[in-house]
Every structure is written in structure tokens, then in C-alpha cells.
């Protein structure tokens, strides 16, 4: 119905876009349209504009009125033909409700997690993984070839004193077995605090970051593989939890030879310049400062390796667009990156995705690296207190099950927090509240799941032909809201904005919630009891479909 109306207005204003709006109060429509771009063309005010329009448009199956309001356009569904269409919408589409193939199979890449080697998997790198890999499931949803890609820093500075560390104070010592990612991060933090209090040891680890970009020291460089593998394998751990996955994955020591090629035809198109020994790019006249390229001794910085590497992606992957799912620390060298991929003239479609940091209350918890919060940290104890929470719901529960349902809590608590904010505000994460079966948190959702199934294996609904008995306001709310999610699912793409989502499964959980309290479903007389187990169904698979988009699970039972 909203395409319709769409076609509609294209076709009566000649307008290319039309954007509507969901009136903030369900009084005032379903849909409304902002007159105020047809204000130069017809030389009106926008509300003159919109009476006059409710007066020449005709109507269109599914709308029973169209109303002007100020400078909007108001249109409002008829509700029995939105039940008898998007009811039977659901049911029979079931797992590909809200899909659509917008997207034709273009190619896109994403680039998200970027956990670097010899480092700890923080709640930052956590916050960056659960925003892509949500976002790759919703492109795919519409119809894109995703390329899910993981960019990980394994050489560079972090490492070469990670291994200055090792050789100075570790050498020889056996690699644990048991908290790895422990011992990883504590060695670059015991690094950073030697060098703190001693800064002339930083010429070792400059000596140390040469010769490993430039193979001076096989040994040195069989350290850097083995201890770099080691880093993988626990990564590859924390992203089997997390149910994320990557079809490619960069490695800045790829890119070191690349950046350097590119950084040669930066100076030769006299983009790039030397300065005091460094390579940069003066970005001051695009108020973006002076970015460098390569350190005195030659070696690549950051910034040298993304540019090889934004090439590669387009070059080698064929994708129509790039979007970085990256931390706003990187805010300023991601668009020094773009300004000056376009002074070289490489005008693709790239995007950025910035995210901020997550937060803690004052004593939750702390983290055992000095500088972040591992993610392994705040999954135990996220788990320790589900396991609570579980029992004080229901003590009769067996060991088996309180396991089981606490991971799926905890898994779903920890994602929906990093998903529900806007991710350029911070989070603050508190587990207590994450973890709560009332409000806006993910085990709320797989509650309201879990709570459909256990009507539905009651009693299996029937086949219905008509749905003319669902009359009640809680009945036409929760319609209303499941026939949203299409639009919200392409919204979230389009604007990049995953919690979007979470908003509308939060709100749609809630709808079900008070329909439920009000209105009986297995005690109904029929033909109504089979509605609205029918309207239940469609509730339950509209739920799952969007909890699979944000990779959480979807139980039966709780």
C-alpha cells in the first residue's frame, strides 16, 4: 500500500523521490507526505499545497481517506484490507517475510571487527563486530551479495612491541594453554608501561618494526607468524560465539608493499609530499590537517595500507560500493582517506559507519589489561548473573536447562545493547539491566517469543480464509505493526542504521505483549480464536525473522 501511494504522488507531482513519514501519533494517519518540496514548483504554501492535493487525488485500493493536515498529506489504510493482505503476506512467506530483492545481487564489501593481532578482543572491537555482521544479514535480506570482510592489523607498531616485549623479558617461555587472550593482551600492556617509564627503549622497537616489514630477521619474523596465529585462533573462538562470520580477510602486512606503490604515485602527481624525512598529504585547505603516509625510515603507516587496500577491494572484489563499520577514534582518518582517494582521482562509493565507545557503571567490572574491556571478561560475567536470573525465574529448572537459557540470555543481551543505541551515542552498559525480561533489552524479545511458541504448541492454528472478526484496537495495532517491517528493515540499509531494528522489534514485542493481556486467544469462541492464533503466528515469525537479522537466537522455551 505505501508503494502504491508512492506511485501515486510520483505521478500526479512528477516528483522522482517521494519520501513519506509515519505520522508520530496514529490519529493522524498511517502514512503522511511533507508537501514543503512542492512549494517552488506549484509557488504555494505547503499546507495550501496539501488541501489542494486531498482534493485531486484519487483513491487508491487500501486507503479510505486522504486528509490534509498543515503542510502534510495524510493518508490512512483501510484497516480490513491491510489484515486480509499482509496476514496472509506472512503466513505464507514465513522466514522471507520483510525480503525483498531491491538489491538485484549487487556487490558490496564490509569491512568490520578489525581486531589486531598481539591485542585483546575488546568491547569496542565487540560493539564494531555485532553492527556489521547485523548489517550484512540485512543487505542480504535484500537481495545484496554481501562480502563480509575483516581488516586486521598484524604488524605496525602494537606488534613490534609486543615482540620487543617478548624477546626482552619472555623469551623462551612456553605459550599458555588456558587464557590466551589474557596472556596476549597482558604482554602488550606490560610493553606500553616499559616504554612509559623508559621512552629510550623506544629505538629497539623501532629497530624491531624495520626489520620485520622488511624480513632483516627470519627469526624475528617466525616469531611474529607464530605468535600472530595465536592471536587468530582466539579470535576465530570469540567470533563462533558471536555467530559472525567473514568471507575475506585483509592483513595490513599485505598491504605494506601496495601503500608504498601508491604512495610513489602520490608524489609523483605531487599530491604527496616530503616533510621533515615523512611522506605526507597536506589536507589543511580541506580543514582535514596533514595525514602521513610513511614514517622517516620508510616504514608504512596506517594510512598508507588503507589506501592499497580501498583499491584492492573495488579492483579485485568488483563491488558497486564499500561501507568501513569503524570507531569514531577514526573519524578524521577515515575522510582524510576518501579526500585523498579522490584527489587520485578513485571516485567510488565509500562509507563509513562510525560507532562510539562503550562505557561501564563505576565498579561493574574491570578489566584486567589496564586500558579496555575484554569481551571474554564481560561475557562471564554477563553469564554469572543469568545464571541468577534464571534460577529466581524458575528454581525448578535442571542444570541442563539453566545453562542452556542463560547463554542464549547473556548471547542476546550483550547484542542487543550493542545494537539498540544509535551508534554514534555511547553505550553504557550496565548487565543487570541488559539481562531483564521487562523493557527494552534482548532477552524481552526471546521472551515474547518464547511466549508465542507456548500458545502455538497449545493449539496449532488453521487455515483461515478471512480475518474479519480481528475488530479490537489491540488486534488492529499489532496488524499495524507488522506490516511495518518491510519498510523498517530497507530504512535501516539505506540510512545504516541497525537499531532501527531493535526499535521496531522492541515496539512490536510490546504490541504483542498488550494484545495478549487483552485480548484471550485459546479461550476465544470461533471463528475468532483461530484469527487470532493466526495473528500470533505472524507475530512469532515476524519476531524470528528480525532477531536473525541481529544474530540472536530465537528459543522456544525459556
Keep these: ?96 517475510y520483510g525480503s525483498s530483492k531491491i538489491g538485484k545481487q549487487q556487490k558490496i564489501i564490509i569491512e568490520f571487527s578489525q581486531a589486531n593481532t598481539h591485542k585483546a578482543f575488546h568491547v569496542g572491537h565487540l560493539r564494531g563486530t555485532c553492527l556489521g555482521e547485523s548489517l550484512a544479514r ?21 606488534v613490534a612491541k609486543w615482540l620487543w616485549y617478548y624477546q626482552k623479558y619472555q623469551k623462551n617461555k612456553t605459550f599458555p594453554k588456558k587464557d590466551v587472550e589474557e596472556y596476549i593482551a597482558n604482554i602488550y600492556v606490560n610493553a606500553v608501561k616499559k616504554l612509559t617509564s623508559n621512552p629510550k627503549l623506544q629505538d629497539e622497537v623501532d629497530k624491531i618494526n624495520y626489520n620485520l616489514e622488511n624480513n632483516k630477521d627470519t627469526k624475528l619474523t617466525s616469531l611474529w607468524k607464530k605468535t600472530r596465529d595465536l592471536s587468530l585462533k582466539e579470535f576465530e573462538k570469540i567470533y563462533k560465539e558471536l555467530d559472525t562470520k567473514f568471507d575475506v580477510y585483509f592483513f595490513e602486512r599485505e598491504m605494506e608493499q601496495p601503500g608504498k606503490e601508491i604512495v610513489k604515485q602520490l608524489l609523483e602527481k605531487k599530491i604527496a609530499e616530503i616533510s621533515d624525512g615523512a611522506t605526507i598529504v597536506d589536507l589543511e585547505k580541506y580543514n582535514l590537517g596533514k595525514w602521513v603516509l610513511l614514517r622517516k625510515d620508510g616504514t608504512c603507516l596506517y594510512s598508507a595500507k588503507d589506501l592499497a587496500l580501498a583499491k584492492i577491494k573495488f579492483e579485485k572484489y568488483k563491488v558497486k560500493e564499500s561501507i568501513y563499520v569503524v570507531g569514531a577514534a577514526q573519524n578524521l582518518h577515515l575522510q582524510q582517506l576518501f579526500k585523498t582517494l579522490e584527489l587520485l582521482n578513485f571516485k567510488k562509493p565509500l ?12 565498579g561493574k567490572m574491570s578489566s584486567r589489561t589496564g586500558e579496555n574491556i575484554l569481551y571474554s571478561d564481560m561475557k562471564q560475567e554477563l553469564l554469572r548473573e543469568a ?24 548471547s542476546a543481551a550483550i547484542k542487543y545493547v550493542m545494537l539498540s543505541q544509535a551508534s554514534t551515542k555511547p553505550i553504557i552498559f550496565d548487565h543487570k539491566k541488559a539481562l531483564e525480561f521487562e523493557g527494552e533489552t534482548g532477552p524481552y524479545l526471546q521472551y515474547t517469543h518464547a511466549r508465542i511458541c507456548s500458545i502455538l504448541k497449545k493449539e496449532k492454528p488453521q487455515a483461515v480464509k478471512e480475518f474479519s472478526s480481528l475488530v479490537s484496537l489491540e488486534e488492529q495495532n499489532l496488524i499495524n505493526k507488522l506490516s511495518k517491517f518491510q519498510n523498517v528493515i530497507r530504512k535501516s540499509a539505506k540510512e545504516l542504521k541497525v537499531n532501527l531494528l531493535t526499535i521496531y522489534l522492541f515496539e512490536l514485542s510490546k504490541t504483542f505483549n498488550e494484545f495478549y493481556h487483552t485480548c484471550s486467544i485459546l479461550k476465544a469462541t470461533e471463528p475468532l480464536k483461530q484469527e487470532r492464533l493466526a495473528l500470533a503466528l505472524a507475530t512469532k515469525i515476524t519476531l524470528q525473522n528480525g532477531l536473525n537479522l541481529l544474530a540472536i537466537s530465537s528459543p522456544e522455551s525459556m
Design 387 to 410: 545464571v541468577i536470573q534464571t534460577k529466581q525465574h524458575n528454581s525448578k529448572l535442571s542444570k541442563k536447562e539453566i545453562e542452556r537459557i542463560s547463554k542464549q540470555t547473556s
Design 351 to 362: 562509507y563509513h559507519l562510525s560507532f562510539t565507545e562503550v562505557r561501564l557503571p563505576t
Design 138 to 158: 540485512i543487505f542480504e535480506f535484500l537481495d545484496y551479495k554481501v562480502i563480509r570482510a575483516n581488516y586486521q592489523g598484524d604488524t605496525g607498531a602494537h
Design 1 to 96: 500500500m505505501k508503494e502504491d501511494i508512492i506511485k501515486l504522488l510520483k505521478k500526479h507531482t512528477g516528483l522522482k523521490d517521494v519520501q513519506l513519514e509515519i505520522p508520530p501519533n496514529p490519529i493522524l494517519g498511517d502514512y503522511a507526505f511533507p508537501c514543503f518540496q512542492l512549494c517552488k514548483k506549484y509557488k504555494l504554501p505547503a499546507h495550501e499545497i496539501a488541501k489542494n492535493l486531498a482534493k485531486e487525488l484519487q483513491q487508491v485500493k487500501g486507503i479510505s481517506v486522504i486528509e490534509p493536515n498543515g503542510p502534510y498529506l495524510n493518508f490512512f489504510i483501510n484497516k480490513q484490507d491491510l489484515i486480509n493482505t499482509i496476514l496472509p503476506e506472512i503466513l505464507t512467506q514465513k522466514s522471507k
